[in-house]
Nanobody
Framework: QVLLVESGGRLVQAGGSLKLSCAAS????????MGWFRQAPGKEREFVAA???????NYRDSVKGRFTISRDNAKNTVYLQMNSLKPEDTAVYYC?????????????????WGQGTQVTVSS
């Protein structure tokens, strides 16, 4: 069992930056691939970024060059650095973990989910 707790979401102006954190419980964090997803009001949850157990990364096209996912296995934490934020980035951001080890943009491939953190970007 893995418990995931996100933090760092808040209200920010367009063009600003935020860094989300996701702290994970458990001793085998380094074996998990981690992902960030988001869900805006009235929309389906969508993939944002993922990082494999070997720190290979993948991003949705709309965030490439603006967002960076990283992990610190010593701290059992995965991060999402978000720059040049846009109002369309407004959503609840969720952290997820899968025990396959390789990154995935498919929601059902993830075994554990956090409760989410709200990011609001004002225009």
């Amino acid at each position: 069992q893995v418990l995931l707790v996100e933090s760092g979401g808040r209200l920010v102006q367009a063009g600003g930056s935020l860094k989300l954190s996701c702290a994970a419980s458990g001793r085998t964090f380094s074996y998990y691939a981690m992902g960030w997803f988001r869900q805006a009001p009235g929309k389906e949850r969508e993939f944002v970024a993922a990082i494999s157990s070997r720190s290979n990364t993948n991003y949705r096209d709309s965030v490439k060059g603006r967002f960076t996912i990283s992990r610190d296995n010593a701290k059992n934490t995965v991060y999402l650095q978000m720059n040049s934020l846009k109002p369309e980035d407004t959503a609840v951001y969720y952290c997820a973990a899968n025990n396959l080890g390789y990154y995935s943009n498919v929601i059902r491939s993830y075994d554990y989910w956090g409760q989410g953190t709200q990011v609001t970007v004002s225009s």
